[in-house]
């Protein structure tokens, strides 16, 4: 069974916005820190976003920071990644994380996996 349920992405154009979603199916993680993981093409997988278990404090990639929001609700078992002002460099597949604030080595769960186009 998939723990980490992602839903959002899809095609945006340059200068658009677009809203990520991850369920934790279980409940798994609403005593941790989660985050979101990206990997365009042909590059490595790169922190993008983080969020402590209360909200109360993120973690951004320099290259997302003024125009990226992460986002929690607990009572719903799901975070959030808001994204706006996008552009081609964004365009990756983005997956949520958990246990997850700064050290990729913690994660015990990932998402599936959505994919962010962002034409040039």
């Known amino acids: 069974q998939v723990q980490l349920v992602e839903s959002g992405g899809g095609l945006v154009q340059p200068g658009g916005s677009a809203r990520l979603s991850c369920v934790d199916s279980?409940?798994?993680?609403?005593?941790?820190?989660m985050g979101w993981l990206r990997q365009p093409p042909g590059k490595d997988r790169e922190h993008v976003a983080s969020i402590t278990w209360s909200g109360d404090n993120t973690y951004y990639a320099d290259s997302v920071k003024g125009r990226f929001t992460i986002s929690r609700d607990n009572a719903k078992n799901t975070i959030y990644l808001q994204m706006n002002s996008l552009k081609s460099e964004d365009t990756a597949v983005y997956s949520c994380a958990a246990p997850y604030y700064r050290d990729p080595t913690t994660i015990g769960a990932w998402g599936q996996g959505t994919q962010v186009t962002v034409p040039s």
């Open positions: 279980r409940g798994t993680f609403r005593r941790n820190a």
